[in-house]
């Protein structure tokens, strides 16, 4: 499964657009590539998940250029409820493996 | 439609007590994780099952893990005896099934936060 580097935080303002990037440069042909969000004192959710080029849903957008060795998350208007951490992680096969995250944090 | 449900919440115990999680994934759901969390860190796999067959071990520590899903729906992880170390929080994830082309989205309890003391 694909190492996956984040950094470690990054700080927005309500209704700006953030952007989340990822490494993952030995993702393997089978990998997706998958976000999950986690608030405090919960388990983590879903948000999206791609193969490559970009991937919208009712959440956010995911950017994947054609090596694969990267990926964006893309979340349109943040507010403050936004304030989570977000894992990027190769998933195959029934396998993911979590990262440590970027925790981003959200001000008014 | 009910979440994956753990139980209990919170459990406080001293050190070489023995303690067991439960928990009830999503009806329909093949696969069953079971996670560690560390504070401050991602979550850790510790056991997935299909079915009633754990396809991945790897990461448990069978010293003193063990875990079960008799029937294919509930499952139940177990440490004994349990270490300062333990400490941690324990998720249980189900999803439909590996196979499926959503490649697994998972879907997370609220998890057991263990302190050993």
């Known amino acids: 499964l694909a190492k996956t580097t984040q950094p470690i935080s990054m700080d927005s303002y309500e209704g700006q657009e953030v952007n989340i990037t990822c490494s993952h440069n030995?993702?393997?042909?089978?990998?997706?590539i998958t976000w999950y969000q986690q608030f405090p004192s919960q388990g983590p959710r879903f948000i999206i998940q791609?193969?490559?080029t970009k991937v919208t849903n009712e959440v956010a957008s995911l950017f994947i250029p054609a090596d694969r060795k990267s990926s964006t998350l893309s979340l349109p208007r943040v507010s403050l409820s936004d304030t989570a951490v977000y894992y990027c992680l190769g998933t195959n096969a029934g396998k993911s493996t979590f990262g440590d995250g970027t925790t981003l944090t959200v001000k008014p | 439609e009910a979440g994956v449900v753990q139980s209990p919440r919170y459990k406080i115990i001293e050190k070489k007590q023995p303690v067991a999680f439960w928990c009830n994934p999503i009806s329909g759901h093949n696969t069953l994780y079971w996670y560690r969390q560390n504070l401050g860190q991602g979550p850790e796999l510790l056991i997935r099952?299909?079915?009633?067959?754990?396809?991945?071990d790897s990461q448990l520590p069978k010293d003193r893990f063990s875990a079960e899903r008799l029937k294919g729906v509930d499952s139940t992880l177990k440490i004994q005896p349990a270490e300062l170390g333990d400490s941690a929080v324990y998720l249980c994830a189900s999803s439909l099934d590996w196979t499926s082309s959503t490649h697994n989205e998972q879907f997370f309890g609220p998890g057991t936060r263990l302190t050993v003391l």
């Open positions: 099952y299909e079915n009633e067959e754990a396809v991945d």
């Open positions: 791609g193969y490559k």
């Open positions: 030995n993702i393997a042909t089978n990998d997706y």
